[in-house]
């Protein structure tokens, strides 16, 4: 039995990057933070999430 989990939390790297049309969903702040560090390394060249950065990446967390 499958259980879906709600994605009831989300991110637009727009709030962060101006101009980056990237947006992530989630079900907790560390699936999104996740999804943002991949794109941050593909995208933007970051290969280190530092601690300010997650801060800010958490700070743009929105729950819908
Ligand atoms: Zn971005």
């Known amino acids: ?3 879906e989990k709600p994605k009831s939390k989300n991110i ?3 709030d962060i ?3 980056c049309a990237f947006t992530a969903t989630g079900a907790t702040d560390e699936e999104i ?3 943002v560090a ?3 390394a593909h995208d933007h ?3 280190e999430i530092t601690p300010e950065l997650a801060a800010q990446v958490k700070a ?3 729950t819908r």
Do not use: D, F
Request: contains cysteine.
């Open 1 to 3: 039995m499958t259980q």
């Open 12 to 14: 637009a790297c727009g």
């Open 17 to 19: 990057v101006p101009g």
């Open 33 to 35: 933070l996740a999804q």
């Open 38 to 40: 991949a794109h941050a």
């Open 45 to 47: 060249g970051v290969t």
């Open 60 to 62: 743009a967390i929105r």
